[in-house]
T-cell receptor, first 112, second 113 residues
Framework: DAKTTQPNSMESNEEEPVHLPCNHS???????IHWYRQLPSQGPEYVIH???SNVNNRMASLAIAEDRKSSTLILHRATLRDAAVYYC?????????????FGQGTELSVKP | NAGVTQTPKFQVLKTGQSMTLQCAQD?????MSWYRQDPGMGLRLIHY???????DQGEVPNGYNVSRSTTEDFPLRLLSAAPSQTSVYFC????????????FGQGTRLTVV
């Protein structure tokens, strides 16, 4: 399973943008880059995913490097409710049953 | 639309007891999986299924059994509970061979004494 590397923790101020990095140097051509987050005492929730192009949705943006060996999740204006553990995961839905292998993630804290 | 439903939410077992954690989804998803999460850790994959009648092992399968007789249900069985199986268990489902999102249940908090 291709692995990802994320910082253990990051801090942000409320209403400022947050850039959460992820390295995945062994990514394969069929791996999609997924981001999930887990709020305290809850199950993980989907944030965004992409393959090669940058992606935007109502929650966040995903910037993918041209060589696909790294990506960045962007929260445009952090709120206190965005404090969570963010997981960057490579997902191959065609060859590995679509399983999600979680790493340690990045714990994001947001200061008022 | 109920999504992914896990029961029970909390359970206390004695060492050696057996039990089944239930997981059901109403989205007609082919893929289902079970994870455990220990305190301060990320989720670890126990077993997964790509469709009815098909299951496979994940990262930490020992001590757990699964079966998938229907698309909707994916129960996880603990045959002889051990204190090391104290954890929070999450079930997830998603469409097959599609990169779209996976949906997670709210978890079952299991304590083995």
């Amino acid at each position: 399973d291709a692995k990802t590397t994320q910082p253990n923790s990051m801090e942000s101020n409320e209403e400022e943008p947050v850039h959460l990095p992820c390295n995945h140097s062994t990514i394969s051509g069929t791996d999609y880059i997924h981001w999930y987050r887990q709020l305290p005492s809850q199950g993980p929730e989907y944030v965004i995913h992409g393959l090669t192009s940058n992606v935007n949705n109502r929650m966040a943006s995903l910037a993918i490097a041209e060589d696909r060996k790294s990506s960045t999740l962007i929260l445009h204006r952090a709120t206190l409710r965005d404090a969570a553990v963010y997981y960057c995961i490579l997902r191959d839905v065609y060859n590995q049953g679509g399983k999600l292998i979680f790493g340690q993630g990045t714990e994001l804290s947001v200061k008022p | 639309n109920a999504g992914v439903t896990q029961t029970p939410k909390f359970q206390v077992l004695k060492t050696g007891q057996s039990m089944t954690l239930q997981c059901a989804q109403d989205m007609n998803h082919e893929y289902m999986s079970w994870y455990r999460q220990d305190p301060g850790m990320g989720l670890r994959l126990i077993h997964y299924s790509v469709g009815a009648g098909i299951t496979d092992q994940g990262e930490v399968p020992n001590g757990y059994n699964v079966s998938r007789s229907t698309t909707e249900d994916f129960p996880l069985r603990l045959l002889s509970a051990a204190p090391s199986q104290t954890s929070v268990y999450f079930c997830a489902s998603s469409y097959g061979r599609s990169p779209t999102e996976a949906f997670f249940g709210q978890g079952t908090r299991l304590t083995v004494v």
